[in-house]
């Protein structure tokens, strides 16, 4: 089975500080993504990894960064967290190929608040 | 532009009768429409996807999906509802040309006994 798992399941920090949530999956997947859920917007894709050092933006970049040094690790950085930054993160991980016909699989989230 | 709705927010259906989840799109070229379930304080689970082929699909837990394409929909349906079968559920359809995923605002499913 694909395991992908985050290094936290819910997490406090502060305005202002630095935050790291971290991804990794241990099928081999070139592809993968974090999303931010939140109740009523369904999941938004925050930036998408097709390949190591490979990023794109997805819908609401602003405010994020990513790192993808390792295949199986993708981490979401938040230069300065805000309030507006509370929601839940979720990872997800897919092969390539077939145009998009793999099935994506997620990690059990990271619930992150900020004060 | 590509999109997909789940024109309900809430679904509540007793233990036993059958369930409906309503899900459209809106993409360009062929469609890849998948459906996930999230229980609570949980990542998603994958159910079921449409690629090509049988517009009846069957997935997890005894879920299945028919595709219409004149409709442009993708319902997912259960003959026989359970209590477990309570959360939220999300369809999803393949931005055009890439890996990427557009996710409806999702349904929450509540199965009453």
């Known amino acids: 089975d694909v395991k992908v798992t985050q290094s936290s399941r819910y997490l406090v920090k502060r305005t202002g500080e630095k935050v790291f949530l971290e991804c990794v999956q241990d099928?081999?997947?070139?592809?993968m993504f974090w999303y931010r859920q939140d109740p009523g917007l369904g999941l938004r894709l925050i930036y998408f990894s097709y390949d190591v050092k490979m990023k794109e933006k997805g819908d609401i970049p602003e405010g994020y960064s990513v790192s993808r040094e390792k295949k199986e690790r993708f981490s979401l950085i938040l230069e300065s967290a805000s309030t507006n930054q509370t929601s839940m993160y979720l990872c997800a991980s897919s092969p390539p190929g077939l145009a998009g016909a793999h099935e994506q699989f997620f990690g059990p989230g990271t619930r992150l608040t900020v004060l | 532009a590509q999109s997909v709705a789940q024109p309900e927010d809430q679904v509540n259906v007793a233990e036993g009768n059958p369930l409906t989840v309503k899900c459209t799109y809106s993409?360009?070229?062929?469609?890849?429409l998948f459906w996930y379930v999230q229980y609570p304080n949980r990542g998603l689970q994958f159910l079921l996807k449409?690629?090509?082929?049988?517009?009846l699909v069957k997935g997890s837990y005894g879920f299945e999906a028919e595709f219409n394409k004149s409709q442009t929909s993708f319902h997912l349906k259960k003959p026989s509802a359970l209590v477990s079968d309570s959360a939220l559920y999300f369809c999803a359809v393949r931005a055009y040309n890439t890996d990427k995923l557009i996710f409806g605002t999702g349904t929450r499913l509540q199965v009453f006994p």
């Open positions: 449409y690629i090509t082929g049988d517009n």
């Open positions: 993409v360009s070229g062929n469609p890849y």
């Open positions: 099928m081999d997947h070139e592809n």
